[in-house]
T-cell receptor, first 115, second 110 residues
Framework: DGGITQSPKYLFRKEGQNVTLSCEQNLNHDAMYWYRQDPGQGLRLIYYSQIVNDFQKGDIAEGYSVSREKKESFPLTVTSAQKNPTAFYLC??????????????FGQGTRLTVV | GDSVTQMEGPVTLSEEAFLTINCTYTATGYPSLFWYVQYPGEGLQLLLKATKADDKGSNKGFEATYRKETTSFHLEKGSVQVSDSAVYFCALGAGTALIFGKGTTLSVSS
């Protein structure tokens, strides 16, 4: 089945450590996205990539980094510089970036907790 | 900049009641509009969409009409079920990434 796979589903991190969240898609989509979800805040865009080897900062990129070396993969690293990393992280993809009419398909999310 | 505003929840209804969740938007140009649903602990699923003014999106008994004159895309369902309990997000597509509202929690009791 085609879809987006995020792993792990739950992740615990000690303060001061970097951690990488995995996102893989087999939909052959060009564009991929990372959103952060906090209670009552909706979804806020962290980074997006419209094509391999290119990515752009979203609204809340500070303390995060990404790479897009392969079309199917868009890992997100939460660095120690992120002041409040505990949240639910959602990865998404769409068939093409830069188009207003294309919907995004979402993974099941990773819940990150700093302990 | 572009933005989406949803009615605040939670919305609490009895089974078979009529549902409306309000959504208004601010955008330059001609955005597309979407409704997504999120069940507990899961990602978002597309519920319906509309890509131009006066289009009506519909799916699983839910409907929403793209109203350019009132910049609105209200979600409606004639008779809700317990299984409709979830968080609903209105979203706007303007060319880069989708912009989401803050979500509205719907709780349906039997």
């Amino acid at each position: 089945d085609g879809g987006i796979t995020q792993s792990p589903k739950y992740l615990f991190r000690k303060e001061g450590q970097n951690v990488t969240l995995s996102c893989e898609q087999n939909l052959n989509h060009d564009a991929m996205y990372w959103y952060r979800q906090d209670p009552g805040q909706g979804l806020r865009l962290i980074y997006y990539s419209q094509i391999v080897n290119d990515f752009q900062k979203g609204d809340i990129a500070e303390g995060y980094s990404v790479s897009r070396e392969k079309k199917e993969s868009f890992p997100l690293t939460v660095t120690s510089a992120q002041k409040n990393p505990t949240a639910f992280y959602l990865c998404a993809s769409s068939i093409a970036g830069g188009r207003r009419d294309t919907e995004a398909f979402f993974g099941q999310g990773t819940r990150l907790t700093v302990v | 900049g572009d933005s989406v505003t949803q009615m605040e929840g939670p919305v609490t209804l009895s089974e078979e009641a009529f549902l409306t969740i309000n959504c208004t938007y601010t955008a330059t140009g001609y955005p597309s509009l979407f409704w997504y649903v999120q069940y507990p602990g899961e990602g978002l699923q597309l519920l319906l969409k509309a890509t131009k003014a006066d289009d009506k999106g519909s799916n699983k008994g839910f409907e929403a009409t793209y109203r350019k004159e009132t910049t609105s895309f209200h979600l409606e369902k004639g008779s809700v079920q317990v299984s409709d309990s979830a968080v609903y997000f209105c979203a706007l597509g303007a060319g880069t990434a989708l912009i989401f509202g803050k979500g509205t929690t719907l709780s349906v009791s039997s």
